[in-house]
């Protein structure tokens, strides 16, 4: 199996997947040419959890930089199949396993394999029938390492889609994703798996258990590729190991004239029975509500203010392991990472990513004051969106009073009104959106000195004061009607919007 990686001099290069792992862990790679988007976390994931669980049974944290030593580690995760079978992408004895792919404990079992794919992207989890966003099937010429990121994406964050098709444990429910949500460094995957797996083994594999205590707290199955799979029943969560990679579909690649070609076939029941725990697995990056106790899942409007101020907020969410800070990790080049696919049912909504960079003197402070900093990183984003919202709120009002054409008793349930009203609003949001993680957040987050509040209901009513006067230039009416409506609407708004950050000062 061929892994294409660019290395940080810009060379490509060509390793198997001990080699990888050996290059991550001397910081060498700089990106994988073949690596979509929205494969990068599931690669990454794929990647922390198998190494990490190597390196917990063998008794150690360091990492190791040869190709050498870590075919040994991998290896030992595998010890029914010491000939590395389990982690090549093919391996002609469908009685033995490879990559991802459970093996076929009789013949019988074989010839069900009667789905054919020949393109990787059409293996991948995307649904891409439509053509709208990604051309299906338009992967052609491609190698071995388009087929390694389609089949760890397809396995480990594949949901259901069909009968015969189910998904992965690890979200809440068919139609979930599976969300990231971390703190790790930024700028090398290499960094980011280092910091990750080093976090897992530096007592978060612990927290893991203490979270999700059905996981075995010793050696339980890990790799469930490894054991057969007929498709006809489920195997129990109880028992395995907190980092367990699963797999959800029966899949096996085979060469045919020289190219890779999948076979599937369909099963009758989930990989792993987990629907009762609505994805709370004690997976290291899903975060999970505290008010239904399941995991979350983003809408199709992605990681919005709204959205990440939910996710930070410990009242409302439970942090995943990584994504809280700990003793001893990296004050410089962190970022919070959040990542999605969005599914529906039988579409998918969006590929969803941010990272927001963490400035060092409050990666300092969440190293030193973990719990304090958590809570105060979600106190002020929620109070900052709660403002936001109230401020357009404040700007709908005028709004609707704009569209009345001066026309008096606006009403706020006004149908037709709102639905005028709504791209305007959503202009209004995305000018909140680039502006609300700067440097006063940051500042009012350490608890630095200077107003923090106040400014931030000014630039709020500033946003909104322009979105209106836009509107107001945009609106069809007749200049008398025009101008009675353009002053209403003013009066209105500058009358609460004043209102609104008078009282920040009155209370500083």
Not at 74 to 96: C, F, H, I, Q, S
Not at 193 to 199: E, I, K, S, Y
Not at 392 to 414: E, N, S
Not at 421 to 429: E, F, I, L, R, V
Request: hydrophobic share 45%.
């Amino acid at each position: 199996m061929d892994i294409r990686y660019r290395d940080r001099s810009g060379q490509t290069r060509t390793a198997d997947l001990f080699d990888i792992l050996a290059a991550l862990s001397a910081d060498i790679v700089a990106s994988f040419p073949a690596l979509r988007p929205h494969q990068r976390q599931a690669w990454h994931a794929f990647l922390v959890q198998a190494a990490a669980m190597a390196l917990h049974r063998a008794g150690t944290a360091s990492l190791p930089e040869s190709a050498e030593a870590w075919r040994r580690l991998l290896l030992a995760l595998t010890p029914d199949w010491p000939d590395g079978e389990a982690w090549e992408l093919v391996v002609e004895d469908w009685k033995k396993p490879a990559l991802l792919q459970p093996p076929v404990a009789r013949p019988a079992n074989a010839a069900e394999y009667r789905g054919r794919i020949e393109a990787p992207d059409a293996l991948d989890m995307l649904v891409t029938a439509k053509n709208h966003d990604l051309k299906a099937e338009r992967m052609r010429d491609v190698t071995d390492d388009h087929w390694l990121f389609a089949l760890v994406s397809l396995q480990t964050q594949e949901g259901f889609m069909g009968a015969g098709n189910f998904g992965i444990s690890r979200m809440n429910g068919g139609f979930g994703s599976r969300t990231t949500f971390g703190l790790r460094p930024q700028g090398t995957p290499g960094a980011a798996l280092r910091h990750d797996v080093g976090r897992l083994l530096a007592g978060g594999r612990d927290e893991i258990l203490a979270r999700q205590p059905a996981l075995a707290a010793r050696d339980g199955p890990g790799l469930l590729w490894l054991e057969p799979w007929d498709g006809q029943a489920s195997r129990g969560f109880s028992g395995l190991d907190p980092l367990y990679v699963e797999v959800c579909r029966r899949v096996r690649l085979v060469r045919e004239d020289g190219r890779l070609v999948a076979r599937t076939a369909g099963s009758k029941a989930a990989r792993i029975e987990a629907k009762a725990l609505t994805g709370r697995t004690g997976d290291p990056w899903a975060p999970v509500l505290k008010d239904g106790e399941k995991a979350y899942t983003p809408s199709a409007a992605g990681f919005g203010y709204r959205q990440i101020a939910r996710l930070m907020n410990t009242k409302i969410t439970v942090r995943p392991v990584l994504a809280s800070p700990a003793p001893g990790m990296p004050t410089t080049g962190l970022a919070i990472v959040l990542s999605a696919v969005v599914r529906g049912q039988g579409k998918t909504e969006g590929f969803h990513e941010r990272h927001l960079p963490v400035p060092g003197f409050v990666a300092a402070l969440m190293e030193q004051h973990g719990d304090e900093m958590l809570y105060r990183t979600g106190t002020v984003a929620q109070e900052r969106a709660d403002e936001a919202g109230e401020m357009g709120r404040i700007l709908r009002h005028a709004l609707l009073t704009l569209m009345r054409g001066g026309r008096d008793a606006v009403r706020l349930d006004d149908e037709a009104g709102l639905r005028k009203a709504a791209s305007w609003q959503a202009t209004y949001d995305g000018r909140v959106e680039a502006g609300f993680f700067d440097d006063a957040f940051w500042n009012e987050l350490a608890e630095r000195e200077g107003p923090h509040r106040v400014p931030w209901r000014g630039r709020l009513r500033g946003i909104a004061r322009a979105v209106l006067a836009e509107a107001a230039e945009a609106a069809p009416r007749t200049e008398v009607r025009r101008i009675r409506a353009r002053a209403q609407a003013s009066d209105l708004f500058e009358r609460r919007a004043g209102a609104f950050v008078a009282e920040v000062k009155d209370a500083g």
